[in-house]
């Protein structure tokens, strides 16, 4: 089974509207760590929001928010107003516990698009 | 702070050359480190990662090797590149002390097999 997974390959938003990327995870590990990152055409991976397994409350940088629902195993990522900069691909990733290893595990990632 | 290396930026090399792309790491004692490969319009494939010098696991069997000389450094190599070894090269790290500890990452060596 897909440890991340990514089901919308392209998304677009207008410029200064709000947008959810999705990503539904999986794992037995009590312990683990989620993550978002972006990747301009320029290639670098840029981390963007981090939500631990315990955190109580949704991760929050700036205009990015994280809507962690654990029952339902998803961590989404919202861009609030967002900006033709946002215009990348995002990435969910996940690690797991000291128990699960040290690898992250990558979804396939979403092509955001912001149309002015 | 800590920062990540990656060179070359850019390679191009005929099929059956050798390969070697370094990557060290800055601000940082015995991290975790990765070597990502990326296709073109596609997500990460995992090729090795390593906990600690001379300690490397490979995830994919195929022509690519890996070696950790120095704490801070990981290189990957090739005797003889294929046309499929073009992609995009990433290098990473993250702590070793925590399993929910970030993951950051290199600027990249775009490298393409002709």
């Known amino acids: 089974a897909q440890k991340i997974t990514q089901t919308q390959p392209g998304m677009f938003v207008q410029e200064k509207e709000a947008v959810t990327l999705d990503c539904t995870y999986d794992t037995s590990d009590p312990s683990y760590g989620l993550f978002w990152y972006k990747q301009p055409s320029s290639g670098e991976m840029i981390f963007l929001i981090y939500q631990g397994s315990y955190d109580q409350q949704n991760a929050t940088e700036g205009r990015y928010s994280l809507n962690f629902q654990k029952a339902r195993k998803s961590a989404n990522l919202v861009i609030s107003a967002s900006q033709l900069g946002d215009s990348a691909m995002y990435f969910c990733?996940?690690?797991?516990?000291?128990?699960?290893?040290?690898?992250?595990?990558f979804g396939t990632g979403t092509s955001l698009t912001v149309i002015p | 702070s800590q920062t990540i290396h990656q060179w070359p930026a850019t390679l191009v090399q005929p099929v059956g050359s050798p390969l070697s792309l370094e990557c060290t790491v800055e601000g940082t004692s015995n991290p975790n480190l990765y070597w990502y490969r990326q296709a073109a319009g596609r997500g990460l494939q995992l090729l090795f990662y390593?906990?600690?010098?001379?300690?490397i696991s490979s995830e994919v069997p195929q022509n690519l090797s890996a070696s950790r000389p120095q704490d801070r450094q990981f290189i990957l190599s090739s005797k003889k590149l294929l046309l499929s070894d073009s992609g995009f090269y990433l290098c990473?790290?993250?702590?070793?002390?925590?399993?929910?500890?970030?993951?950051?990452f290199g600027p990249g060596t775009r490298l393409t097999v002709l």
């Open positions: 990733a996940m690690r797991e516990g000291p128990e699960g290893g040290n690898q992250f595990y």
């Open positions: 990473a790290w993250s702590r070793a002390a925590s399993g929910t500890d970030t993951q950051y």
């Open positions: 390593s906990v600690g010098i001379g300690q």
